[in-house]
């Protein structure tokens, strides 16, 4: 199958997603211990991670041509986090707090990049994110939010 001249790269997008939420969440005083452009092959047990996967395309072509217009893509953003451990001084007010800290700066990410050299539109999808306990993923207990951005790009 021939590729089109101007058919973006999704991954494109994922990954330079990602680059942006590592500079505002990891680092010195920052909430993150990592962020992933893809799933890795186990995840850290303690660290507060965000995960940006692909979730999806929408491709729009132009009238007849055999170029396309729009990309759509959705990515999927989870925010795991350890989940309360009492024991070891690890409260569920602690879990609220930084799961909702690390929302507020993915959502900052998003209303600072609303277009770059990559997309041409960045916004939350509509729906509500989801917040939910994962017992037992990859041998830890976890907290996980999941969000939705959708990204739409030129070509």
Do not use: H
């Amino acid at each position: 199958m021939t590729q089109l001249a101007n058919a973006r790269n999704r991954a494109d997008a994922r990954i330079k997603f990602a680059d942006l939420l590592r500079a505002a969440a990891v680092g010195t005083g920052k909430p993150c211990n990592f962020v992933y452009a893809e799933r890795p092959a186990k995840l850290p047990t303690t660290a507060k991670t965000i995960l940006v996967t692909s979730a999806g395309s929408r491709r729009i072509k132009l009238p007849r041509s055999k170029r396309f217009g729009t990309s759509g893509f959705r990515l999927e953003v989870d925010v795991i986090l350890p989940a309360a451990n009492n024991a070891g001084g690890r409260t569920e007010a602690i879990v609220e707090n930084e799961i909702d800290a690390i929302e507020q700066i993915i959502a900052n990410v998003v209303a600072d990049n609303e277009t770059n050299e990559v997309w041409k539109s960045l916004e939350f999808e509509t729906d509500f994110s989801t917040v939910f306990k994962e017992p037992n993923l990859d041998g830890g207990s976890f907290v996980i939010e999941t969000l939705y951005v959708i990204v739409e790009c030129p070509g």
